[in-house]
T-cell receptor, first 113, second 112 residues
Framework: DAGVTQTPRHEVAEKGQTIILKCEPVSGHNDLFWYRQTKIQGLELLSY????????DGGAFKDRFKAEMLNSSFSTLKIQPTEPKDSAVYLCASSLGQNTEVFFGKGTRLTVV | GEQVEQLPSILRVQEGSSASINCTYE??????FPWYKQEPGENPKLIID?????ERKQTQGLIVLLDKKAKRFSLHITDTQPGDSAMYFCAASGNYAQGLTFGLGTRVSVFP
């Protein structure tokens, strides 16, 4: 079985650009998460979908971050406009449902210059 | 929401000894507490979890304890080996509509 697939693995953007990160969850999983990982803040939840419905949109991340799930096998995270402080690893994850094992993708390392 | 505090942030232990990581949470509705291990350059992977109907769980050199009254749970790695060197994250489930909330992580280093 394929795990969670994220593309691209690395992204370099100039300040002010729009970038779109992509994620394919594990087939059959109902829950999909986007996390941002930094050394200072650890793993921060950006968005949470259950059966394609947005359950949580990450509060403080709402203004420039937008996650979408157009179908059960594909999600995108758009950051618009990017800022240098957005430099981090963005992890997509999925699970069968509440309180089940969450599987993480290998992440996209974003550098904003 | 949920807030999870994880301590210590750094832990150095001698090979063969035990390592303990402690986490506390705030939301009494949390009922699922997984632990993830992340090796350098890799994604986090589940190593053990415990649900609120249990107080203790053990598997392959790992022990998890849960104290619901104190809203505290802990991971104990027995007989540590070099392969146990990694980042470890605890997490709590929060309410039904929330994703997992993670602690900030503990960097465990096992030295000879």
């Amino acid at each position: 079985d394929a795990g969670v697939t994220q593309t691209p693995r690395h992204e370099v953007a100039e300040k002010g650009q729009t970038i779109i990160l992509k994620c394919e969850p594990v087939s059959g999983h109902n829950d999909l998460f986007w996390y941002r990982q930094t050394k200072i803040q650890g793993l921060e939840l950006l968005s949470y979908f259950r059966s394609k419905s947005l359950m949580e949109d990450g509060g403080a991340f709402k203004d420039r971050f937008k996650a979408e799930m157009l179908n059960s096998s594909f999600s995108t995270l758009k950051i618009q406009p990017t800022e240098p402080k957005d430099s981090a690893v963005y992890l997509c994850a999925s699970s069968l449902g509440q309180n089940t094992e969450v599987f993480f993708g290998k992440g996209t390392r974003l550098t904003v210059v | 929401g949920e807030q999870v505090e994880q301590l210590p942030s750094i832990l150095r232990v001698q090979e063969g000894s035990s390592a303990s990581i402690n986490c506390t949470y705030e939301n009494s509705a949390s009922n699922y507490f997984p632990w993830y291990k992340q090796e350098p350059g890799e994604n986090p992977k589940l190593i053990i979890d415990i649900r609120s109907n249990m107080e203790r769980k053990q598997t392959q050199g790992l022990i998890v304890l849960l104290d619901k009254k104190a809203k505290r749970f802990s991971l104990h790695i027995t007989d540590t080996q070099p392969g146990d060197s990694a980042m470890y994250f605890c997490a709590a489930s929060g309410n039904y509509a929330q994703g997992l909330t993670f602690g900030l992580g503990t960097r465990v280093s096992v030295f000879p």
